[in-house]
Nanobody, 121 residues
Framework: QVQLVESGGGLVQAGGSLRLSCVAS????????VAWHRQAPGKQRELVAA???????TYVASMKDRFTISRDNAKNSVFLQMNSLKPEDTAVYYC???????????????WGQGTQVTVSS
């Protein structure tokens, strides 16, 4: 069974920074594309950023200048550096990954349990 565990959330003042981590564990062959999503209270879950196994990145335009996604394939980890945080960034941040369980098999999609980010004004 594959698990994605997020960490690094917390309470920060507006203008501050946080670095989120997502670590994949369990028995699998390869961690493919990984994305960070977030869900604010009363709102739909939305994509924040994504990164391929090769390191190509995609960002939601409104966050591109403040957030940076990166990964360490050797540690099956993906990170989200968030700078210049705003109160509207308050949300639960989720890690979502395509995981190849066995070589040459199709990737399966997994979600983490989320980490709370709260930005105070």
């Amino acid at each position: 069974q594959v698990q994605l565990v997020e960490s690094g959330g917390g309470l920060v003042q507006a203008g501050g920074s946080l670095r989120l981590s997502c670590v994949a564990s369990g028995r699998f062959s390869r961690l493919n594309a990984v994305a960070w999503h977030r869900q604010a209270p009363g709102k739909q879950r939305e994509l924040v950023a994504a990164i391929t196994i090769g390191g190509a990145t995609t960002y939601v335009a409104s966050m591109k200048d403040r957030f940076t996604i990166s990964r360490d394939n050797a540690k099956n980890s993906v990170f989200l550096q968030m700078n210049s945080l705003k109160p509207e960034d308050t949300a639960v941040y989720y890690c979502n990954a395509d995981v190849v369980i066995r070589p040459f098999s199709r990737a399966e999609n997994y979600w983490g349990q989320g980490t709370q980010v709260t930005v105070s004004s």
